[in-house]
């Protein structure tokens, strides 16, 4: 059986948030559907040939979601598999990204991490894990 695991984004601007990964970590867009009064009722944004995270503006309690900024803290993050660490972290520091790990090499594939505009911690490295 065949599996998949994308992870979900609560924002509390999705609009801006789409911009701002499409410009500043590369992501397309691939699915954006529009809820009423400008929100976002799900997005899906595509990065590279097979990396999905989907993403939609907070609406209501139902969930229970928070961006990190509101609460202060980080309860996890996301890490994307990408062909060429060091341009696209070149890349994201050009757009004036918040880096909070600078390039490097580790040892196990994690090359740099950033902060998008509401504190959501992102990974990119050249490691893609495999059952």
């Given at each position: 059986?065949?599996?998949?695991?994308?992870?979900?984004?609560?924002?509390?601007?999705?609009?801006?948030?789409?911009?701002w990964l499409t410009?500043?970590?590369?992501?397309?867009?691939?699915t954006?559907?529009e809820g009423?009064?400008g929100?976002i009722a799900h997005?899906?944004?595509t990065?590279?040939?097979d990396?999905?995270?989907m993403?939609?503006?907070?609406q209501?309690?139902?969930?229970g979601?928070?961006?990190?900024r509101?609460?202060g803290?980080?309860?996890?993050?996301?890490?994307?598999?990408v062909?060429d660490?060091r341009a696209?972290y070149e890349?994201?520091?050009?757009e004036s990204?918040e880096i909070?790990?600078e390039l490097?090499d580790?040892g196990?594939?994690?090359?740099?991490?950033?902060?998008?505009?509401?504190g959501q911690l992102?990974?990119?490295g050249?490691?893609?894990?495999?059952?």
């Amino acid at each position: 059986m065949a599996s998949g695991i994308y992870p979900i984004i609560g924002c509390e601007d999705a609009p801006a948030m789409i911009e701002w990964l499409t410009r500043v970590f590369g992501f397309r867009r691939h699915t954006v559907i529009e809820g009423e009064n400008g929100l976002i009722a799900h997005a899906e944004l595509t990065l590279g040939p097979d990396a999905i995270v989907m993403l939609g503006s907070i609406q209501n309690d139902t969930f229970g979601l928070r961006v990190p900024r509101e609460i202060g803290a980080m309860t996890g993050g996301v890490y994307a598999a990408v062909d060429d660490a060091r341009a696209h972290y070149e890349h994201a520091r050009s757009e004036s990204a918040e880096i909070i790990q600078e390039l490097t090499d580790n040892g196990f594939g994690l090359r740099y991490t950033a902060l998008d505009p509401e504190g959501q911690l992102w990974g990119f490295g050249d490691y893609r894990p495999a059952p």
